[in-house]
């Protein structure tokens, strides 16, 4: 959806532009998931015009999810909901002043208490960040885990251990050694007195990935054991 939105013609751009508004306006309910998968996918492409493209179009969505919420309960749309605020939420750490300055600006439209949603959305944007870590732009992913880990690390690192177990637990192998790389991040950032808290359950996560028949398993969780022992 975001690839004509990010073209570099500025008249193709704003002719996609309206199209997918009109598109997202008449289907945006009837058919959320299967419009906002691909502009999740779109956040992490190497192309800051797509990265751009897809905020501006996840902004048209939570136009639609707001206005329809104001009115309904719908727990599925209120997910997908949240969804879209957690992928706005990671692009306010772009590297990149355009894509950057649009999350700001639509987060900045429909969130005036940071903390309480980033609570509310936790588990989606640890999922985000798992799969948005081994993406071709894995460092916006990196640098939003960094900059939270500063911010909020001691305030909701107990739940966000919650969520890797419950990664962990599954089985897509990819999710797995994203769970280990995003646990990277979050050690760096931690002082040791406070990581010793969780020691027990830090422990039966390495462990759990030390002794997994995936490669790629094993070096991501070589790197939480370079910084903690």
């Known amino acids: ?18 199209v997918q508004k009109i598109l997202i306006g008449n289907f945006g309910l009837s058919h959320t998931e299967m419009l906002l998968e691909p502009l999740f996918d779109g956040l992490f492409e190497e192309s800051w015009r797509k990265r751009n493209g897809s905020l501006i179009l996840i902004g048209e969505m939570l136009n639609v999810l707001k206005s329809f919420l104001y009115d309904n309960s719908d727990t599925e749309k209120e997910d997908c909901y949240y969804q879209a605020l957690m992928g706005v939420y990671i692009i306010k750490d772009d590297e990149v002043d ?28 640890v999922k985000m960040w798992v799969r948005g870590i081994k993406q071709p732009a894995s460092n916006i992913a990196l640098r939003s ?4 880990a500063i ?12 969520y890797f177990d419950e990664y962990i637990n599954g ?13 990277v991040e979050f050690l760096k950032k931690l002082q ?25 398993i094993r070096r991501s969780v070589v790197k939480c054991l370079s910084i903690y022992v």
Do not use: C, H
């Open 1 to 18: 959806m975001a690839v004509f939105v990010s073209d570099e013609d500025e008249s193709i751009r704003n002719a996609s532009l309206q």
């Open 98 to 125: 355009r894509p950057r300055e649009t999350a700001f600006k639509v987060w900045n439209e429909y969130i005036d208490n940071t903390p309480k949603t980033l609570k509310i959305g936790l588990g989606t944007l």
């Open 145 to 148: 885990i960094t900059n939270f």
């Open 151 to 162: 911010k909020y690390g001691e305030t909701y690192f107990a739940d966000v251990l919650d």
């Open 171 to 183: 089985k897509d192998d990819m999710l797995k050694s994203g769970v280990y790389d995003v646990l």
């Open 192 to 216: 040791q007195a406070y990581l010793d808290k969780f020691k027990e359950q830090l422990r039966v996560l390495i462990d759990n990935g030390l002794f997994s028949s995936v490669q790629e």
